[in-house]
């Protein structure tokens, strides 16, 4: 019984886009946002269904549904690392062509968040984080990291479910006006930022690089006191989405 969950849980995995979440709260906000989840695999189901009861109503059926449970020895192979809520599932993520059309759209009512090649995988969840809590159209990467990796979607509670999230190269980027934020750039106290807008993001160590620079439409800085020379990624993003929503009533 049990091998043949492990045989099951192993044939999904390699299913083409499908992703691992680690934990109740990505698996909550994926089946809140109408995520694919394929298998659910908990070390204590009565514990589970309570936690969802708890926390998140509207997802106890699903989980019901879906649930299996298996001794904690198993369920830790499936996984490099059991998270402390002893769930673990697999979904599908949206395919790229709907992910495109959704960042592509015109008019768009709230601005794409563009990461250029980022190299921390949490900082990449705390965007994402942001870019639903704010209800940004999406986030583009660039770069090699998969903004999709487990731990990105740890990062983010599995909200990549909740907005379109999805890697491009530079010259695959939505139309719109793009905003690059440096600490070189024009106070952003002086520059409101339009719906449509990409607002793009430099990399942690390297900051921006000269090929988005000579894309911008504009280059905006958060003033900062003297000697400081950055802010961290994930937080100069959450400065950008709550300056553009307090332009918005
Ligand atoms: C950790 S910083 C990069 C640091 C890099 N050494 C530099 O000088 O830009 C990562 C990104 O956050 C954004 N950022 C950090 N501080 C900022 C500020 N004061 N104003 C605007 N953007 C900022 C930029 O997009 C930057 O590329």
């Known amino acids: 019984m049990d091998e043949e969950l492990v045989r099951e849980w192993r044939a999904a995995e390699r299913e083409p886009g499908v992703v691992l979440l680690d934990g109740f709260h990505a698996l909550k906000h994926a089946l809140r946002f109408g995520g694919d989840v394929r298998k659910v695999v908990t070390v204590d189901r009565g514990a589970l269904t309570a936690l969802a009861a708890e926390l998140a109503e509207d997802v106890v059926p699903a989980v019901d549904g879906l649930a299996v449970e298996a001794p904690e020895a198993v369920v830790r192979t499936l996984v490099p690392r059991l998270h402390p809520?002893?769930?673990?599932?697999?979904?599908?993520?949206?395919?790229?062509?709907?992910n495109l059309a959704v960042l592509g759209a015109r008019p768009r009512r709230a601005p794409v968040v563009v990461l250029e090649n980022p190299r921390n995988l949490?900082?990449?969840?705390?965007?994402?984080?942001?870019?639903?809590g704010f209800g940004a159209t999406g986030v583009v990467t660039t770069g090699d990291l998969d903004p999709w990796h487990p731990n990105v979607l740890r990062g983010s509670a599995g909200l990549h479910f909740a907005t379109a999230v999805e890697r491009l190269?530079?010259?695959?980027?939505?139309?719109?006006?793009?905003?690059?934020?440096?600490?070189?750039?024009?106070?952003?106290?002086?520059?409101?930022?339009?719906?449509?807008?990409?607002?793009?993001f430099g990399t942690e160590r390297h900051g921006v690089s000269q090929e988005l620079k000579a894309r911008a439409d504009q280059l905006v800085a958060v003033?900062?006191?003297?000697?400081?020379?950055?802010?961290?990624?994930?937080?100069?993003?959450?400065?950008?989405?709550?300056?553009?929503m307090s332009g918005k009533r």
């Open 223 to 244: 003033p900062m006191q003297a000697g400081v020379s950055s802010f961290n990624l994930a937080t100069s993003v959450a400065m950008g989405l709550f300056h553009w």
């Open 169 to 200: 190269t530079l010259p695959q980027l939505p139309a719109g006006p793009l905003f690059v934020l440096d600490p070189e750039g024009a106070d952003i106290r002086d520059v409101p930022f339009p719906d449509d807008a990409l607002l793009a």
């Open 85 to 98: 809520t002893g769930v673990v599932a697999l979904a599908v993520r949206p395919a790229a062509g709907a």
């Open 122 to 132: 949490g900082n990449v969840g705390a965007v994402i984080r942001l870019a639903a």
